[in-house]
C-alpha cells in the first residue's frame, strides 16, 4: 500500500481509511482472497492496473457498473461518486477500455468548464474503482482568483430576470445577495430560525448530499451557529414569504407544507446544483450578465458591505460567526477598502 501519500497529508489518510474499511469489510463477508501483497495491491490500491477482486473479467466490464457497485457499498464514504456517476450517465456511452476513459476524461473537462479542481476530483473518485483511469494523470490546478462581484446594477438585472422567468426563486436570490449567506445554509434555512420581534435570523444548518445521494441538513461549514441582522428590506421580503404561506395552508386546509424558508416548487431542499443548470445559468443569460457561481453572491455582500462599512470585525460576526474568520476576509477583500496614502515628504 505503499504511495499513498503523507501520514499527514489528510486527504491522503482519508483514502488510506477508506482502504482499510474497505479491506475490513471484504474480511467481514467472507471476501477477503489476496494471499500476498501484488494481489492486495491489484485488489485494493488506487494505482492498481485491474478493478477490485469481486469484479469477474474487467476489461468487459463498463465503468458504470464498477462505480454502481462501489456505491452499493456501505462502508464505502466517497459522497462525491455519486456527482462522478451522473456525469458518466450523462456522457452515456460505454467505458470499457484506457481509451474509452480517455475520451470521457475529455468530453468532462468540456462539461466542467475546465475546472481542474472539480475535475481532478472525479479523477480521484474514479481511479480507486476503475482501472481504466489508472495512468490519467491529474490537471494542474491553477491559482485560485477570486470572481468578480457583481456590481449593483448587476444585481438589480438578475433579480429582475428570476422575477420574470423564475419568479419562485426570486425571494432566494434576493436573500443570497443581502445576507452573505452560502447557497447551502440559505437553501437549509427554516422559519424557526427566523426571529421577527429580534430582527435578526440564526444560520445553524446548511444542506448536504448524504452517503445515498438524498439531501440533508447539517451543520455549517464552520460548526458555528451565528445570528445576522434582519435588515428592513430582508424583514419584509421574509414576512411577505410567509404571509403567501400561511395564506396558502388556509386556503388548502391543510398541514403539509414544509417549514423551510426558500424550497424547490415541490417543497422540498433547493438542490444547488440543479439549480445552477436550470434557472441560475438562464437567467444571467437573460439578463445579459457574464456569468459567475452563485456562491459569487456572498461574495459580492462581502465586498459590498467592505465599501460602504469598512469593518472586518462586523463582516466576520455575519459571514462566519466568530472573529476567526477576520483573516480570510483580510486575504480576499483588503485590497477594496482602507487603501493607504503615501505621505508628502518633500
Same mark, same amino acid.
Given at each position: 500500500?505503499?504511495?499513498?501519500?503523507?501520514?499527514?497529508?489528510?486527504?491522503?489518510?482519508?483514502?488510506?481509511?477508506?482502504?482499510?474499511?474497505?479491506?475490513?469489510?471484504?474480511?467481514?463477508?467472507?471476501?477477503?482472497?489476496?494471499?500476498?501483497?501484488?494481489?492486495?495491491?491489484?485488489?485494493?490500491?488506487?494505482?492498481?492496473?485491474?478493478?477490485?477482486?469481486?469484479?469477474?473479467?474487467?476489461?468487459?466490464?463498463?465503468?458504470?457498473?464498477?462505480?454502481?457497485?462501489?456505491?452499493?457499498?456501505?462502508?464505502?464514504?466517497?459522497?462525491?461518486?455519486?456527482?462522478?456517476?451522473?456525469?458518466?450517465?450523462?456522457?452515456?456511452?460505454?467505458?470499457?477500455?484506457?481509451?474509452?476513459?480517455?475520451? =470521457?476524461?475529455?468530453?468532462?473537462?468540456?462539461?466542467?468548464?475546465?475546472?481542474?479542481?472539480?475535475?481532478?476530483?472525479?479523477?480521484?473518485?474514479?481511479?480507486?474503482?476503475?482501472?481504466?483511469?489508472?495512468?490519467?494523470? $491529474?490537471?494542474?490546478?491553477?491559482?485560485? /482568483?477570486?470572481?468578480?462581484?457583481?456590481?449593483?446594477?448587476?444585481? $438589480?438585472?438578475?433579480?429582475?430576470?428570476?422575477?420574470?422567468?423564475?419568479?419562485?426563486?426570486?425571494? =432566494?436570490? $434576493?436573500?443570497?445577495?443581502?445576507?452573505?449567506?452560502?447557497?447551502?445554509?440559505?437553501?437549509?434555512?427554516?422559519?424557526?430560525?427566523?426571529? =421577527?420581534?429580534?430582527?435578526?435570523?440564526?444560520?445553524?444548518?446548511?444542506?448536504?448530499?448524504?452517503?445515498?445521494?438524498?439531501?440533508?441538513?447539517?451543520? #455549517?461549514?464552520?460548526?458555528?451557529? *451565528?445570528?445576522?441582522?434582519?435588515?428592513?428590506?430582508?424583514?419584509?421580503? +421574509?414576512?411577505?414569504?410567509?404571509?403567501?404561506?400561511?395564506?396558502?395552508?388556509?386556503?388548502?386546509?391543510?398541514?403539509?407544507?414544509?417549514?423551510?424558508?426558500?424550497?424547490?416548487?415541490?417543497?422540498?431542499?433547493?438542490?444547488?446544483?440543479?439549480?445552477?443548470? *436550470?434557472?441560475?445559468?438562464?437567467? +444571467?443569460?437573460?439578463?445579459?450578465?457574464?456569468?459567475?457561481?452563485?456562491?459569487?453572491?456572498?461574495?459580492?455582500?462581502?465586498?459590498?458591505? +467592505?465599501?460602504?462599512?469598512?469593518?472586518?470585525?462586523?463582516?466576520?460576526?455575519?459571514?462566519?460567526? #466568530?472573529?476567526?474568520?477576520?483573516?480570510?476576509?483580510?486575504?480576499?477583500?483588503?485590497?477594496?477598502?482602507? /487603501?493607504?496614502?503615501?505621505?508628502?515628504?518633500?
Amino acid at each position: 500500500m505503499s504511495k499513498l501519500g503523507r501520514y499527514e497529508d489528510t486527504k491522503c489518510f482519508r483514502q488510506a481509511q477508506s482502504i482499510c474499511d474497505a479491506i475490513d469489510n471484504d474480511i467481514k463477508l467472507g471476501r477477503f482472497t489476496a494471499k500476498n501483497n501484488d494481489e492486495l495491491f491489484e485488489a485494493y490500491h488506487p494505482l492498481a492496473k485491474v478493478a477490485s477482486h469481486h469484479e469477474q473479467n474487467t476489461k468487459a466490464v463498463d465503468c458504470l457498473a464498477l462505480v454502481d457497485d462501489k456505491l452499493s457499498n456501505k462502508v464505502f464514504r466517497d459522497r462525491n461518486l455519486h456527482q462522478t456517476k451522473n456525469f458518466l450517465i450523462r456522457y452515456g456511452k460505454p467505458i470499457k477500455s484506457k481509451d474509452d476513459a480517455l475520451k =470521457f476524461w475529455n468530453w468532462l473537462q468540456g462539461e466542467s468548464n475546465g475546472n481542474s479542481r472539480t475535475i481532478n476530483r472525479h479523477l480521484t473518485s474514479l481511479k480507486p474503482i476503475c482501472p481504466y483511469f489508472a495512468d490519467i494523470p $491529474k490537471l494542474k490546478e491553477s491559482a485560485i /482568483k477570486s470572481e468578480k462581484p457583481f456590481s449593483k446594477d448587476e444585481i $438589480k438585472a438578475i433579480i429582475q430576470s428570476f422575477e420574470d422567468n423564475f419568479p419562485h426563486y426570486t425571494g =432566494f436570490m $434576493k436573500f443570497l445577495f443581502s445576507t452573505g449567506c452560502r447557497p447551502n445554509e440559505a437553501t437549509a434555512l427554516r422559519w424557526q430560525d427566523v426571529d =421577527f420581534e429580534n430582527k435578526q435570523i440564526t444560520i445553524c444548518e446548511a444542506l448536504a448530499i448524504t452517503q445515498d445521494g438524498s439531501k440533508a441538513a447539517k451543520d #455549517t461549514k464552520t460548526h458555528v451557529i *451565528r445570528t445576522i441582522p434582519m435588515s428592513k428590506k430582508v424583514g419584509m421580503l +421574509l414576512a411577505s414569504i410567509n404571509g403567501d404561506r400561511i395564506n396558502k395552508k388556509f386556503r388548502t386546509g391543510t398541514d403539509t407544507d414544509t417549514d423551510l424558508v426558500f424550497p424547490t416548487v415541490e417543497g422540498k431542499f433547493i438542490d444547488i446544483r440543479t439549480f445552477r443548470a *436550470r434557472q441560475w445559468v438562464k437567467a +444571467l443569460q437573460l439578463a445579459k450578465v457574464p456569468y459567475r457561481k452563485p456562491y459569487n453572491c456572498r461574495h459580492t455582500f462581502c465586498s459590498h458591505f +467592505l465599501n460602504e462599512n469598512p469593518d472586518f470585525v462586523q463582516l466576520a460576526s455575519i459571514t462566519h460567526g #466568530t472573529k476567526s474568520g477576520i483573516a480570510t476576509l483580510q486575504k480576499h477583500y483588503a485590497h477594496i477598502v482602507n /487603501k493607504p496614502v503615501m505621505p508628502d515628504m518633500f
